[in-house]
T-cell receptor, first 116, second 115 residues
Framework: EPEVTQTPSHQVTQMGQEVILRCVPISNHLYFYWYRQILGQKVEFLVSFYNNEISEKSEIFDDQFSVERPDGSNFTLKIRSTKLEDSAMYFC??????????????FGPGTRLTVL | AQSVTQLGSHVSVSEGALVLLRCNYSSSVPPYLFWYVQYPNQGLQLLLKYTTGATLVKGINGFEAEFKKSETSFHLTKPSAHMSDAAEYFCAVSDRNSGYSTLTFGKGTMLLVSP
């Protein structure tokens, strides 16, 4: 069964460093998402991506964040200069397309980012 | 703006007992409603969803949920808990008018099942 994969499963970095979190969405999907969950808090939407551009983003998704689909298969989230408060589990999701009532979002297992 | 409230960060039941996980939403228009489950070290898996039609929806693993507009609720139930149901459960909503279908999640409820 097709699935969304994410690498690495756990990333440890120093404050101020750049990190890139990688996702491989399901191959025929058209919509891509990043969410994050700070420990003990709710899963929060970061950004959605469609047709090679950002379609929606939350207030969390500031200039420190960027997304890219560099090669038609990977979908990456870059944090330019990490802060302690960026420590969280980051989930990638993808959706086939059309109305959400017919197409669910499929989630990856997440990348746990720890900023020291 | 939409919001989702899940009552109880942890719910403990005995194997064979009824499972009830509560979810209430706040939205000016009834949204699409979802329950996701997360097993340890795995991604979020869709259990069930309500979009339109019958308000009692059945999902995988014997779970079901009922949309009650008057109560703005979408509680998740299972008649008889199994040890394998131990996981974290997330209620989520999506704006019917949103073209990109962003999900808004609750904080999650950890279901603990004892023998």
């Amino acid at each position: 069964e097709p699935e969304v994969t994410q690498t690495p499963s756990h990333q440890v970095t120093q404050m101020g460093q750049e990190v890139i979190l990688r996702c491989v969405p399901i191959s025929n999907h058209l919509y891509f998402y990043w969410y994050r969950q700070i420990l003990g808090q709710k899963v929060e939407f970061l950004v959605s991506f469609y047709n090679n551009e950002i379609s929606e983003k939350s207030e969390i998704f500031d200039d420190q964040f960027s997304v890219e689909r560099p090669d038609g298969s990977n979908f990456t989230l870059k944090i330019r200069s990490t802060k302690l408060e960026d420590s969280a589990m980051y989930f990638c999701a993808s959706r086939a397309g059309g109305d959400l009532s017919y197409n669910e979002q499929f989630f990856g297992p997440g990348t746990r980012l720890t900023v020291l | 703006a939409q919001s989702v409230t899940q009552l109880g960060s942890h719910v403990s039941v005995s194997e064979g007992a009824l499972v009830l996980l509560r979810c209430n939403y706040s939205s000016s228009v009834p949204p699409y409603l979802f329950w996701y489950v997360q097993y340890p070290n795995q991604g979020l898996q869709l259990l069930l969803k309500y979009t339109t039609g019958a308000t009692l929806v059945k999902g995988i693993n014997g779970f079901e949920a009922e949309f009650k507009k008057s109560e703005t609720s979408f509680h998740l139930t299972k008649p008889s808990a199994h040890m394998s149901d131990a996981a974290e459960y997330f209620c989520a909503v999506s704006d019917r008018n949103s073209g990109y279908s962003t999900l808004t999640f609750g904080k999650g409820t950890m279901l603990l099942v004892s023998p």
